[in-house]
């Protein structure tokens, strides 16, 4: 959200062999309602739906790996994958990468007899439209937006698959049946509620907090204390890691093996933060902050 208009990212990927490869296929990311319904359009050529959850999650965490804070190009070593997917098989971290080549999110070449990765436009497009909340900091005066249940649908008894499209947007449950929405509704939520819910759902705007502690209301509803102590903890490691390359010293195994040990940490709790912890409380490290740090780490890394 800026400036009361909404952030749309169209990002090109290579479609499914089906589609004509010559022609790549463009996702609309604001209009998808979560992170998984874009990751299943753009990973849908893979049957299994085991294989295909597993290959999405692991997919989004090598593009955040992968991911340049700064707008600068940021070329690492393929050799990282080997750490950063240590608990896969070799050819299970080889189909990964071919697939994200394939699809024009990862750009590999090979230079002085070793193979570089990098993320491309479309795979920082990509990364920028799915964890939106995460990188950028949503302005204080983005509002919320309070989703009301009334009475079920018949398509969707109990407002099951509605839940879990709230949870999917980072909404936060005020009582069962009431969730709150930071900023504005994402695209694709309120074109579900519109097409899906017209007479099931009430929806109230509101800009202002007339009573109760808006900060301890929001850290209670959004579980943000969890996310603080997480994020401190992480920044704590990943600093004192930093402060050992001082000097230009390469890092050792041991250092290694930490930074992606804390990566794991930070990849838990960065996938289940709202983005409002930047907005509610700016002086604690976010999970920007924590990005550029690894970005830092990894030019003291001889891999």
């Keep these: ?35 998984d319904e874009a990751a299943s359009c753009l990973f849908g050529a893979v049957n299994n739906t085991s294989n295909l959850r597993n290959m999405k999650e692991i997919s989004k965490k090598v593009l955040v790996w992968l991911y340049p804070v700064t707008r600068q190009k940021r070329w690492l070593p393929r050799s990282e994958l080997d750490w950063l997917l240590r608990d896969r098989r070799p050819q299970s971290r080889r189909s990964l990468l071919k697939l994200l080549v394939d699809r024009r999110l990862v750009a590999s070449e090979k230079y002085s007899g070793r193979h570089w990765l990098r993320l491309t436009q479309p795979g920082r497009e990509l990364v920028n439209g799915l964890f939106w909340a995460q990188l950028e900091q949503p302005p204080i005066s983005a509002g ?8 079920a649908p018949a398509g969707d008894p109990g407002f099951r698959r509605l839940r879990r499209r709230l949870r999917a947007v980072k909404a936060g449950q005020v009582t069962p049946g009431v969730y709150l929405v930071a900023g504005k509704l994402p695209p694709g939520l309120r074109r579900a509620l519109i097409e899906d819910y017209p007479a099931s759902v009430m929806v109230v705007a509101t800009d202002s907090w007339s009573f109760g502690d808006q900060l301890s209301v929001i850290e209670d509803i959004f579980t943000l204390s969890d996310i603080k102590v ?18 230009g ?7 290694k093996r930490q930074i992606y040990l804390v990566f794991d940490r930070f990849w838990e709790v960065f996938c289940d933060d709202s983005g409002l912890l930047a907005r509610l409380s700016p002086q604690v490290p976010r999970g920007r902050d924590c990005l550029i740090t ?8 001889d891999i």
């Design 144 to 151: 919320w937006q309070v989703v009301v249940f009334r009475s």
């Design 294 to 301: 690894f970005n830092q780490l990894t030019t003291y890394m």
């Design 249 to 255: 010293k390469w890092l050792t195994d041991r250092q």
């Design 1 to 35: 959200m800026n400036n009361g208009t909404t952030r749309v990212n169209l990002v090109k990927i290579k479609p499914p062999a089906a589609i004509d490869p010559h022609r790549p296929a463009l996702i609309d990311v604001s209009v998808l309602v979560s992170v």
């Design 230 to 247: 997480a994020y401190s903890g992480v920044s704590t490691e990943l600093s004192q890691l930093l402060a050992e390359s001082e000097g």
